[in-house]
């Protein structure tokens, strides 16, 4: 455990072997640490820390001085073992004028990976419980705090300084910079078209169009899109730097996958290939469900079905099914056009193109949700009936004005219609449930292949890759665990401590970094057996990538 009075000087290993000079950084009196960060001669613009001195030497057999206030001066040396000490030598300078204890603690560190640890847009719930892992004591933590944030400091003076002196005097500068302003000039005249549009742009529009996942996929670009204009705008770029690269990123990720689908389909006329095959499948799918229904109307799998209510059923979607047919025909002439402008929509992102396959599946399908529709519905007023009906024989019924059930008594005609009607619908059921069971797997089976299509839309509309490509680099920003290792002490009373610091886990630096915008209106695996066997509907279409 550190004493209060205890003088803790943090060095970087990078300067271990510096020549003989003065010490640069930061004193801070009241907390008695001193950060080192440069060791060499007065310059104009530096400021040494007072009292501090760096020898690279073997010490000499001479006399500790002790520290008293004014009269001594902290020396830094090599010793055999690599590790400096410290030695009080009595003089006229003094360490701004501080009494401090005879022992000193110097802790070792890597430069590199705490210049940049903070993650920026780490909300402060989660910052307390990354610290609250740290294997440290609480003055530790904020003394590497402190450290970090004098760090970034240095940085962002010195990559200023470089900038202004070297990289605007050089021809390549001026072309990162041109090319810089173009991409500003980009970014700020495309978020003013969203804007337009989107102050433009209705309210009973936006809702009516809020069905297609082509439409808000394109609303979420426009999000990112007015996201990087306001940190260009404010001068938060810089500060706010991986989500600001995240985003970034994720455009020009998605821009070039795009471009790339649309490129393989011009060159290799993908779509004349996948518009072919799209028409046979869908004729052969229009056979094949006039055949389920033909089988539906008979005895499938043996089953005693109610004949007449099986045919009345199946003739009423077989009616459908030739509408569908229809549909289709009119169709099959503009199968290449449609397939060739998805591919197109590609240059817009991979994301617009997925989700305009989202929505022509919708379109083609839409024959099956509308068998699903309408099995559902004939079988939860069945439910529903029957269950109202069960309670005659238990002597309730349903109180609407208090909405209760309460007690009833009822009379030989009311218990006689009732139980008929109750007898008639428990008969029905089976074939009902049939049917029910039929169309409501041919509907899973969509919604299990558009779930897949939405879940890789939001999954590139949120994912951080400049965060996967910078916890790969190793980036500082992603050292959140700190430990202290002591080393040992030597005879002049100086301890030593190497303080560490290691990569959070891959899974956290996503989960901290990514775009959350949401989840939409998802179903969760309960809700959705629930709702399958009360038989409410289960709607189609979810919000993609937001």
């Known amino acids: 455990m550190d004493s ?10 990078s300067l271990l072997s510096s020549p003989s000079g003065y010490c640069f950084g930061k004193w801070h009196p009241t907390h008695h640490v001193v950060f080192i960060t440069a060791i060499g001669k007065l310059r104009p613009g530096r400021e040494k820390i007072q009292g501090l001195y760096w020898e690279n030497r073997t010490p000499l057999l001479e006399h500790n001085g002790s520290a008293g206030a004014g009269t001594t001066l902290v020396i830094l040396q090599r010793t055999f073992s690599g590790l400096p ?3 009080w030598r009595r003089t006229t300078a003094s360490l701004c004028g501080e009494s401090l204890a005879q022992n000193v603690i110097i802790i070792l560190y890597d430069k590199s990976n705490i210049t940049g640890r903070d993650i920026v847009g780490l909300k402060e719930e989660e910052r307390n419980s990354t610290i609250s892992g740290y294997s440290a004591s609480s003055h530790r933590l904020q003394e590497v705090e402190m450290l970090a944030e004098h760090l970034r400091q240095l940085h962002l003076t ?24 173009s991409f500003v000039q980009l970014v700020l005249w495309a978020s003013s078209l969203v804007e337009l549009l989107a102050y433009w742009w209705p309210s009973w529009a936006h809702s009516l169009f809020s069905v297609s996942a082509t439409y808000l996929q394109l609303t979420v670009k426009g999000s990112h899109l007015r996201s990087l204009r306001t940190m260009l705008t404010s001068g938060k770029a810089a500060k706010h730097r991986n989500r600001y690269s995240n985003i970034l990123l994720i455009l020009l990720a998605d821009f070039v996958l795009g471009c790339l689908v649309c490129f393989l389909s011009e060159r290799y006329h993908l779509h004349w290939l996948v518009s072919t095959r799209m028409v046979l499948y869908l004729k052969s799918t229009g056979v094949q469900l006039q055949d389920l229904l033909h089988w539906l109307m008979g005895i499938p799998a043996g089953l005693k079905l109610n004949s007449g209510c099986a045919h009345f059923m199946g003739n009423f979607f077989l009616y459908q099914c030739y509408l569908w047919i229809g549909y289709l025909h009119l169709l099959y002439p503009l199968m290449a056009t449609i397939v060739r402008a998805i591919s197109l929509s590609g240059c817009l992102g991979l994301t617009v193109l997925l989700a305009a396959t989202y929505d022509v599946l919708s379109l083609l399908t839409f024959h099956i949700y509308c068998f699903y529709v309408y099995a559902a519905k004939i079988f939860t007023l069945q439910l529903s009936a029957l269950g109202s009906l069960s309670r005659l024989f238990r002597g309730k019924k349903w109180n609407v004005l208090r909405n209760r059930v309460d007690s009833c008594s009822y009379d030989v005609d009311q218990l006689f219609i009732g ?4 007898t008639v619908l428990l008969f029905l059921l089976p074939t009902t449930l049939l049917f029910y069971t039929v169309f409501t797997s041919l509907q899973l089976v969509v919604l299990i292949v558009k779930g897949f299509l ?6 590139l509309s ?5 965060t996967v490509i910078r916890w790969l680099m190793g980036g500082s920003e992603f050292r959140s665990e700190v430990s202290f ?12 401590i190497c303080m560490k610091l290691k990569l959070m886990p891959l899974s956290r630096a996503i989960h901290l970094t990514r775009e959350d915008r949401g989840r939409g209106d998802l179903v969760t695996w309960s809700g959705l057996v629930k709702n399958l066997l009360g038989g409410k509907v289960i709607y189609p279409w979810r919000k993609l990538g937001g």
């Open 4 to 13: 209060p009075g205890q003088l803790r000087i943090y060095i970087p290993y």
């Open 85 to 87: 000490t410290c030695h």
């Open 158 to 181: 010195q990559n200023l300084v470089r900038q202004f002196t070297e990289i605007s005097a050089s021809r390549r500068g001026w072309c990162l910079n041109l090319m810089w302003w």
């Open 419 to 422: 139980t008929l009607i109750f």
């Open 454 to 459: 939405g879940l890789i839309v939001r999954h």
């Open 462 to 466: 949120v994912f951080p890759w400049f």
């Open 485 to 496: 290792v002591r080393l040992d002490s030597d005879q002049h009373g100086t301890s030593h």
